[in-house]
């Protein structure tokens, strides 16, 4: 019994704690962060919220906030505080000042997330990257009141040293990393050369976490990718064949799925993976057309697809999780909306035979469109 005892993980307590800026009331913010906080592992034991125009620079709440989020985490007997922003060093420094807890903020979360989730060298190689990225200026923040103080008692020489010394490990550690994850890009590319020398047109399956991604690639193409209702269940891009209704053969790839306030460094570090994207003929941009907040998902996507310069690339939207859905408004709505644009059940596969028709008429269109430009570039060089 007590060694069964000991075996049982410590469960961390966490308060959730945010800004409202919108007026709107924080409410959907902290539901994601719930979600965030499960994947993670920890226990919601409290939330906190606090409508201000904008974070307090330097505590993030005001003041009488803080001290009530101090007495929230006491009566919670909460582990840690979790705050749904990035904090600054100061920030967080002034909140452990007041709350006898650790404090983290969103991105240190979802690093966390992706810590665990990550199964390949690659994976792993990306993760550590952002982190490491994240506590560069940390570090540098940590240590700037050496700088200021230079030449005070006690503080003249070691800690500028140790410092530097820390900077110099991280900055060390990120050009290794960089350099292992180049590598592992330029077999990647290789990968994707011998593929294009097949002619075999690319789709890549794109959206929010959770939109039911790794689940439509198993059902379009007999693959066995990992799924799971907890946020960020893949992070490696995979890659299968999928035979259209024509007869012709087309590759899927599924990448990491995307979320609102996505930290940059993630997006960096994951650049060599979501080059997948990038090179793909077309976008299939599932959504969780169940999610009440599903159009403020598809805009955190198309926002990303925008930072990766892949926003112009042909989309077709599906829409996911149709067997969830009473009210078939919307549904008619987004496809009036957007002209290309399906919709089915990646679970129970109602609907795939039209995604699959309508993916090969999209293909053939970019294919006609491809062609057309190739004719033209050629008539300006006067070879036609």
Known sequence: MAARTQAVQHIERAVLAAVDTTGNGAAHDLEELRQLVDTAGAQVVGELTQRRDAPNPVRYFGK?????????????????????????AVQQHNIVEVVDARVIDRTELILDIFAQRARTREGKLQVELAQHKYLLPRITSVYTRFEQQRGGIGLRGPGETKMEADRSRIRRRIADLERQIAEVARHRRIARAKRERLGLPTAALVGYTSAGKSTL??????????????????LD???????????????????????????????????ATLEETVQSTVLLHVVDVSHPQMRAQMEAVLGVLNDLHVGERPILTVLNKIDLVKDTYTLREMVAKYPDTVYLSALTGNGLIQLLRKLEQVLAREERRAEARRWEERRAYGAV
């Not at 582990?79 to 600054?88: Q, R």
């Open 64 to 88: 009488g906030k803080i001290e009530e989020l101090a007495e929230l985490v006491r009566q919670s007997r909460a582990d840690l505080v979790i705050v749904d922003d990035d904090l600054s």
């Open 217 to 234: 690639l198993n059902a379009l193409t007999g693959a066995d990718v990992y799924t799971d209702p907890k946020l960020f269940a893949t």
């Open 237 to 271: 891009p995979t890659t299968r064949r999928v035979d259209l209704p024509s007869g012709r053969v087309a590759l899927v790839s599924d990448t990491v799925g995307f979320i609102r306030k996505l930290p940059h460094h993630l997006v960096a570090a994951f650049r």
